[in-house]
């Protein structure tokens, strides 16, 4: 497994994103580095095969990312603004550089923040100030299924910005493309050869919450073999959970979850192990067209399952470091990271070793 994934990796790197010149010069954390690069990427041949499954014998990888916000504030079209790209480029333009690890994963699963509507519909008040509201056309679920995306979370701050109205075009706009979805009222569930996993989306926005998540996991456990809570909630733009975050994701983990996963916060935050179940408080943004200059670090989260005889005999992870654009300022175009030093400031973030993942 593990020689599965170094080698995945490394074909990974090989898409090296840096040309020598520039990887002294080009700092993406920069507002004002006035260099703005497009990577050059050599095209990928395919997912890398897999050989020695069987259907009694097999792996199960799952990926997943953070907030994934394929449209900008009101859906109108502004220079350099996210559908500004998505009138220019393909769909497959933005996620082209994680695609490889995609397409050669089992199911990737991604938050995704934003209305998916091609009616005018009028927003709903908000009494956060600010307040955003983000939608863009029905069209954009190509950029999710033209790089191997397969499920998304709808339970999020986002969905109702346009009320019940673009909440309920958002679902028939996925669910018409092909996409998994879930969110407060509905569970979706994975499966490969007879294994079955459960994905419990759902907004935790105060610790009371982590009681309806948990009659949600034990109504999963009847359906399937391993229960995964992807939520949504926190506090945004603080490297460090709540207290009451960090206590309502050790219950849910009590309370049956075998892997429990945040979202919200816009930034990463790291991971711990509890109990011997894996918590990662935040993954951050990934394709986000909510902020020309969002916080420049995220990771993908990949979770491995090992099948043998339809019984789980051993789950393992990995974080794949990625930038969450690779140009001066935004341009929507998460890119794994290739530097060593600065991957490992990431993971050392991530595994409670640095203060901050830079």
């Not at 603080?238 to 979850?257: C, F, I, K, M, Y």
């Not at 969450?324 to 341009?331: D, L, R």
């Amino acid at each position: 497994m593990r020689r599965y994934l170094a080698a995945l990796l490394a074909a990974l790197h090989l898409l090296a994103f840096f040309p020598p010149a520039l990887a002294a010069e080009w700092d993406p954390t920069d507002p004002n580095d006035p260099l703005l690069w497009e990577p050059d990427l050599p095209a990928f041949d395919g997912p890398m095969p897999r050989t020695g499954e069987t259907e009694d014998n097999f792996r199960i990888i799952l990926s997943f990312t953070g907030d994934m916000l394929l449209a900008s504030l009101h859906g109108k079209r502004a220079a350099g603004n996210f559908l500004d790209y998505a009138a220019k480029e393909d769909p497959s333009y933005f996620l082209q550089n994680v695609r490889p690890i995609f397409e050669a994963d089992d199911f990737t699963v991604v938050n995704l923040e934003n209305v998916l509507t091609d009616r005018p519909l009028t927003p709903v008040e908000k009494k956060t100030d600010p307040a955003f509201w983000f939608r863009a056309p029905t069209s954009n679920t190509a950029i999710l299924t033209s790089s191997s995306v397969e499920a998304v979370s709808l339970a999020n701050n986002h969905t109702g910005d346009y009320g019940s109205k673009g909440a309920s075009d958002t679902v028939r706009a996925v669910a018409g493309a092909g996409l998994e979805y879930g969110n407060n009222n509905r569970t979706f569930y994975l499966e490969k050869n007879g294994y079955r996993i459960a994905v419990i989306c759902h907004g935790l926005w105060t610790e009371g919450q982590a009681g309806a998540i948990i009659q949600r996991i034990k109504a999963a456990e009847a359906d399937s073999d391993f229960q995964i809570v992807f939520y949504h909630g926190g506090a945004e733009g603080v490297h460090t959970p709540e207290a009451w975050r960090v206590q309502a994701s050790r219950r849910l983990a009590d309370n049956g979850a075998d892997l429990v996963l945040g979202n919200h916060p816009h930034v990463l935050q790291p991971r711990e192990v509890y109990q011997g179940t894996e918590i990662v408080y935040s993954l951050g943004n990934f394709c986000f067209g909510g902020s020309r200059n969002p916080k420049n670090r995220t990771i993908i989260y990949q979770l491995i399952l090992c099948i043998e005889d339809g019984k789980l005999v051993d789950t393992a992870s990995e974080m794949i470091p990625c930038y969450v654009y690779t140009g001066s300022v935004n341009n929507y175009c998460p890119a794994p990271i290739t530097d060593e030093e600065q991957c490992r400031r990431v993971l050392d973030f991530m595994n409670g070793k640095a203060k901050l993942p830079y």
